[in-house]
């Protein structure tokens, strides 16, 4: 197994993380990144799924950096349990995904997704903001729109939006994430 450079302050590196400082994280993913993908590979024996997993476990490092407590253990130890728990997570989760049928996965299309979502504005509670929202979501990306449509209209999770969308995991979080602070920019 590859050994830490002796140089690197992991320690350092998280506070700088909680600090907000991206050159941490940019640092950390440098000197640990390939090691951290083999570690979850091993778990997940999936590539695409383990870079997806890196990148999720290297925002939740990223946000909660200062949870860390050194009394504890090793900067870098909380480091790959971190990656670590999130690949047993995610195995653990994708044993409970159940298949989609055809119909169902008919049903899950963006483009009927958006019309049953227009259908709902008459209803009284969208009778104030149907407007405004229709606007923000026609101002996002074809592809975000659709990520919102699936997982607050028809209720998707993640995984379902990223099997539907043919986009890895990570990036459908990120567009969710993304679009919503969009929307709610838009929607002030």
């Known amino acids: ?18 600090r907000g400082e991206r050159s941490a994280l940019h640092r950390l993913y440098e000197r640990e990144g390939s090691r951290l993908l083999g570690v979850v590979m091993r778990i997940v024996r999936d590539h695409a799924l ?7 476990a290297l925002i939740n490092i990223w946000l909660r950096a200062d949870s860390f407590d050194p009394r504890r ?4 130890g909380w480091i790959y ?11 653990r989760n994708r044993g409970r995904e159940l298949l989609l049928d055809q119909e169902l996965a008919d049903s899950l299309d963006a483009r009927r997704s958006f019309e ?6 008459d209803d009284a ?4 903001y149907g407007g405004r929202i229709e606007h923000c979501l026609e101002q996002l990306e074809p ?22 969308m043919g986009a ?3 990036t459908v979080k990120a567009w969710i994430r993304r679009s919503l602070a969009a929307l709610r920019e838009c929607m002030a």
């Open 50 to 56: 383990a870079e997806d997993i890196v990148h999720d």
């Open 125 to 128: 509670t969208w009778a104030e």
């Open 81 to 91: 349990s971190v990656v670590r728990h999130l690949a047993l997570n995610t195995v």
């Open 168 to 170: 890895p995991l990570g």
């Open 143 to 164: 592809e975000r729109r659709s990520c919102i449509l699936h997982a607050y209209v028809d209720g998707c999770t993640h995984h379902e939006i990223a099997g539907r």
């Open 73 to 76: 253990g090793s900067a870098r």
């Open 1 to 18: 197994m590859t050994t830490p450079t002796p140089d690197t302050d992991y320690q350092a590196l998280l506070a700088a993380c909680a």
């Open 116 to 121: 049953h979502w227009r259908q709902r504005q």
